[in-house]
């Protein structure tokens, strides 16, 4: 069974950049479809998908997204990274990583970011 | 960008109903169209992919139809279990990936 685990600091000031991981365990990020996706869900909002990365490191991110995304991968760890640069109170939200790039069979949990000095 | 609007947002119905909850695309996504379950405080579940294919371990109650910009997701027998928030979501390749703003399905 896949599980995806999010991780990275839930307070990031404006300005600043957000930084999350996701550890993937029970499958190996270069196996299956090996497309891994960052979702977002603004408090009580629907979902935005924010970019996914490919096990060979390609990557394509929304274009409202992109100036400010940077999603890279590390197969030795088996892990998945989302950068967000020059935040604001807009880019709360909780942070999901998630397995596939076009639909998405498993999911972390979901970590609340919050934007605020 | 391919905006992708649910109706009804929130519907009422009762343990046994069959509902359905429709999902229209402001463009052609063919049938790569998804269906989610989201509940309370947990992440969501995928129910239906390429618009009618049943995700493994889903129960048989949920179907989806539709192809082109009308789609829409049935639940045959309403269960206890299924009260939760729907989200549509389409992946056509020439364009990013988004979703529907959501169906609240409640209690009557």
């Known amino acids: 069974q896949v599980q995806l685990q999010e991780s990275g600091p839930g307070l990031v000031k404006p300005s600043q950049t957000l930084s999350l991981t996701c550890t993937v365990s029970?499958?190996?990020?270069?196996?299956?479809?090996?497309?891994w996706s960052w979702i977002r869900q603004h408090p009580e909002k629907g979902l935005e998908w924010i970019g996914y990365?490919?096990?060979?490191?390609?990557?394509y991110y929304n274009p409202s997204l992109k100036s400010r995304v940077t999603i890279s991968i590390d197969t030795s760890k088996n892990q998945f990274s989302l950068k967000m640069s020059s935040v604001t109170a807009a880019d709360t939200a909780v942070y999901y990583c998630?397995?596939?790039?076009?639909?998405?069979?498993?999911w972390g949990q979901g970590t609340l970011v919050t934007v605020s000095s | 960008d391919i905006q992708m609007t649910q109706s009804p947002s929130t519907l009422s119905a009762s343990v046994g109903d069959r509902v359905t909850i429709t999902c229209r695309a402001s463009?052609?996504?063919?049938?790569?169209l998804a269906w989610y379950q989201q509940k309370a405080g947990k992440a969501p579940k995928l129910l239906i992919y390429?618009?009618?294919s049943l995700e493994s371990g889903v129960p048989s109650r949920f179907s989806g139809s539709g192809s082109g910009t009308e789609f829409s997701l049935t639940i045959s027998s309403l269960q206890p279990d299924d009260f939760a928030t729907y989200y549509c979501?389409?992946?056509?390749?020439?364009?990013?990936?988004?979703f529907g703003q959501g169906t609240k399905l409640e209690i009557k």
């Open positions: 998630a397995r596939g790039g076009n639909n998405f069979d498993y």
């Open positions: 029970g499958g190996s990020l270069s196996s299956g479809a090996s497309y």
């Open positions: 990365v490919h096990y060979s490191g390609s990557t």
């Open positions: 463009q052609n996504v063919y049938s790569w």
């Open positions: 390429k618009a009618s």
């Open positions: 979501q389409q992946y056509n390749t020439y364009y990013p990936n988004s």
